[in-house]
């Protein structure tokens, strides 16, 4: 699905502008710690006019036919562009911890590293990431590597979400 360059759009985030609005769809995850499951997915990247992308992220659990089962995942927070298509990601999820991460924004896709991993005690062990984002024919693909519980860096989550048509009072 085509789209148009928000309007006012700070010139910074120029880059970033194919992520701005909503996406929503599915995902799959898999962890030597956990069983496989699959998930529900919706994602929001806003802005305000100001150089940063304001981040949101809710997932649920389904069953094999795609219905929820309960919530899941809440994450959130900023991306914000700096040159040469350096790209830095701080993050806050519900479970108590909190990221920073350092990548780049390279046409139509992100990579990202985490660089600090904060956690309260009673969050699990997450000690590093990585991100792939990408728009592929038009859908936002995604992945998420993990090292957490012990684990060396692996493949955890990954999904694919399309964009959602704005409602007629967003346009």
Do not use: C, N
């Not at 562009?81 to 920073?100: I, Q």
């Not at 350092?102 to 990579?111: H, T």
């Not at 519980?149 to 409602?167: D, F, K, Y």
């Amino acid at each position: 699905m085509p789209f148009d360059i928000p309007a006012g759009l700070h010139p910074d985030l120029a880059p970033l502008a194919w992520l701005v609005g909503q996406w929503e769809g599915s995902g799959h995850g898999d962890y030597p710690t956990i069983d496989k499951f699959s998930f529900g997915h919706e994602v929001a990247f806003a802005h305000d006019g100001r150089p940063f992308l304001h981040y949101f992220s809710r997932t649920w659990l389904v069953d094999g036919e795609g219905e929820p089962i309960r919530p899941a995942a809440l994450e959130t927070g900023f991306l914000r562009p700096r040159p040469d298509g350096e790209l830095e990601l701080v993050l806050a999820h519900h479970t108590g911890f909190a990221e920073v991460w350092y990548g780049r924004v390279d046409g139509a896709k992100i990579e990202l590293a985490t660089d600090v991993v904060a956690r309260t005690s009673s969050a699990k062990d997450v000690s590093a990431g990585q991100r792939l984002y990408g728009l592929v024919e038009g859908d936002l693909l995604w992945t998420y590597d993990m090292a957490a519980e012990g684990q060396p860096l692996q493949s955890h989550l990954w999904g694919r979400l399309l964009r959602r048509p704005l409602a007629p009072e967003e346009t």
